[in-house]
């Protein structure tokens, strides 16, 4: 996550660059202590993340905020000053800190706010899927996959298989690694382009292009050796995508 600094108090800057560089997925893309140079930079930098002291030696952020664009960004407030703590939520702030500043608030409304933007990218990510699928447009590519630690893209044409097990969905990959995420089956089926992928079972579904087998006992071969059961009534359904090929 990209951050900008707009502080003019030189030591508590330097505090705020060790806070900001003891968080692995912070990244500093600018700072300032002047109204009118953030004026200049924010809306060419676009931060993901702004963290504002509200008094500054040319003005206050509150009018800074109020000439530019920072709608793609998410501002943390940093002052000495409760009294502005009403002005900053009405403003959209994601958070309000008071100097001086706790390490620990600092990093879980810090971690809060990396949450938030993230699950917003992933929400995103989908719904541009979920528009392209049912506009019938140019299949994605490439898709989102949320696990408890991270947010992984993938190219779709990687996926071996998936398997669901109790709202859980296992995405095995074509290099051997998986990935667990917790959603349920029934939505990446909904994503995932049909013509590739069968719905062989209950609990699986199989990117066709790398089936090597069919089994008439009821299950498929993959290309890696791995096997896959094939439910009594999708039998035909498998068939049928078997036919095409």
Known sequence: MTVYILEDEINILKHLMALVNEMPYLQVV????????AQAEIPTLQP???LADIQLKDGNSFTLFSRIDVSASQIIFITAYDQYALQALNLGAFAYLLKP??????EEAVDRCFKKSEQQKFN?????????HYKGGTRPKRIALRSAEYTQIIDIGDILYCKSDRGYTTFYLKNGSSILVSKVLKEYEALLPEETFIRCHQSYLVNGNYVSKYFKEGYLEMFNGETVPVSDRKKEVVLGFIDKI
């Open 124 to 132: 995103q990510h989908q719904l541009e899927i979920a528009v392209n």
């Open 30 to 37: 600018g700072y300032s202590g002047e109204v009118a140079k």
């Open 101 to 106: 500043i706790e390490t620990a608030v600092f």
């Open 48 to 50: 993901e993340l702004i």
